[in-house]
């Protein structure tokens, strides 16, 4: 079994910073795809940024620009900057032991996810 765990979140204003971070552990010297989605209430649980396991990053549109992720091993983070308040939601990291099947940002390409942890921000 994988555990995902999920650190950051919190509140910013409008135009600040925060950051997440996400660690995936279980299987030894194990290299997962990992990801961070997140949701808002009445909608889909959404990709914001997906990184396989050889590295390749892939952003959705609305935040390219503004939201960098890094990893190191298994531990994802990601720098959000420039917060409207739109980017308010439950944010949820998730990770995989294969390789991408679709854009690396679709829910069904992860089995494995955190709680989450809540991002708001204030106009």
């Known amino acids: 079994q994988v555990q995902v765990v999920e650190s950051g979140g919190g509140s910013a204003q409008t135009g600040g910073s925060l950051t997440l971070s996400c660690a995936a552990s279980?299987?030894?010297?194990?290299?997962?795809?990992m990801a961070w989605f997140r949701q808002t209430p009445g909608k889909e649980r959404e990709g914001v940024v997906g990184?396989?396991?050889?590295?390749n990053t892939v952003y959705a549109e609305s935040v390219k620009g503004r939201f960098t992720a890094t990893r190191d091993k298994n531990n994802l983070h990601l720098k959000m900057d420039s917060l409207p308040p739109e980017d308010s939601g439950m944010y949820y990291c998730?990770?995989?032991?294969?390789?991408?099947?679709?854009?690396?940002?679709?829910?069904?390409?992860?089995?494995?996810w955190g709680q989450g942890t809540q991002v708001t921000v204030s106009s």
């Open positions: 998730a990770a995989d032991g294969t390789g991408w099947v679709e854009d690396g940002l679709s829910r069904n390409e992860y089995r494995f």
């Open positions: 990184v396989n396991k050889n590295g």
């Open positions: 279980g299987y030894s010297g194990a290299t997962y795809s």
